[in-house]
């Protein structure tokens, strides 16, 4: 064990995270501004995804410092691409590009799509991940009115010469899995829940509405919160007064919620190298213990 004296400090890197978009990446630019100062000391984004795109967040994610590695997973794109598949399928090829990725965390950061147990159970590590799908070769019309980047390769993801953090050389499982929901525990989950929340108020159901990082599950916006914060409704609101109050609340929430998930994987790793540790003085004790044996029987 450990003395007073001794403190067992595993090496640390940098943690990587990876986040899911769908619109102009306000949030994820809230992580990239935070990422290696105080508010996310060890962690920086290494990739984003986006449903869409035309989605504002890709271009803040190549802007960025250094640019981060993007690719777009477009639903309709990959069942026109892909005859016969699925939502299902679309959901594994997003956790299967959310893999290649190689992250400590996942965030969904206004990702618009409810992901299916399939994109789940690939990240806790029950399921692998699907092959990476044969796709047939862009149309004339499709490379000439391209909006839609192609998926890059997986070495684009670990650019070698990049100032972007290590990839672990093992992916642990299960991934953390954490989602930004504008509305407070068991109210209004899914789609338009600021809407919701703003009628609601009108029709005096609600004093106010609130903002939420949770833990993603199976069941939609139900999983353990980890932030949660109160956020009032003014009689003369307009619902894009409402929306901007929500917005800069969760920019300050969406930070809060990754560093909690970061701190638990450092304690993680931590009891990890100390079991490690008790574990290897257990067996020189044992050892010690044997060769003492067979020196009183000789």
Request: aromatic fraction near 4%.
């Amino acid at each position: 064990m450990p003395t007073l004296t001794e403190t067992i400090t595993p090496e640390k890197r940098i943690r990587r995270i990876t986040v899911l978009i769908s619109g102009s990446g306000s949030n994820l630019q809230a992580l990239l501004d935070a990422s290696l100062t105080d508010k996310l000391p060890n962690a920086q984004v290494t990739y984003v995804l986006s449903s869409r795109s035309n989605a504002y967040g890709l271009e803040r994610a190549a802007n960025a410092s250094p640019p981060v590695p993007t690719s777009v997973c477009a639903l309709k794109t990959f069942l026109n691409r892909n005859p016969g598949s699925s939502r299902v399928n679309y959901d594994a090829e997003v956790a299967r590009r959310v893999l290649e990725s190689r992250p400590d965390i996942v965030v969904l950061a206004g990702w618009m799509h409810i992901l299916s147990d399939s994109f789940l159970d690939i990240l806790n590590g029950t399921t692998p991940p699907p092959a990476a799908p044969a796709l047939p070769p862009p149309t004339k019309t499709e490379i000439a009115g391209a909006t839609e980047p192609h998926h890059p390769p997986s070495s684009s993801l670990h650019p070698q010469d990049a100032a972007l953090p290590t990839p672990p050389l093992k992916q642990a499982f299960p991934i953390p899995c954490i989602n930004l929901h504008p509305a407070l525990p068991g109210a209004f989950d899914g789609a338009n829940a600021i809407g919701r929340a703003f009628e609601a108020f009108q029709k005096d159901e609600i004093k106010h509405t609130g903002v939420m990082i949770h833990r993603v599950i199976k069941e939609v916006d139900r999983g353990e919160p980890l932030v949660v914060r109160n956020v009032d409704i003014k009689t003369e609101d307009k619902i894009e007064d409402l929306e901007q109050r929500i917005h800069s609340v969760e920019h300050e929430i969406i930070v809060e919620g990754a560093r909690l998930i970061l701190d638990e994987l450092e304690k993680l790793q931590l009891v990890g190298a100390e079991t490690k540790e008790e574990t290897k003085e257990e067996a020189t004790e044992a050892k010690e213990d044997i060769a003492d044996k067979l020196e009183r029987v000789l």
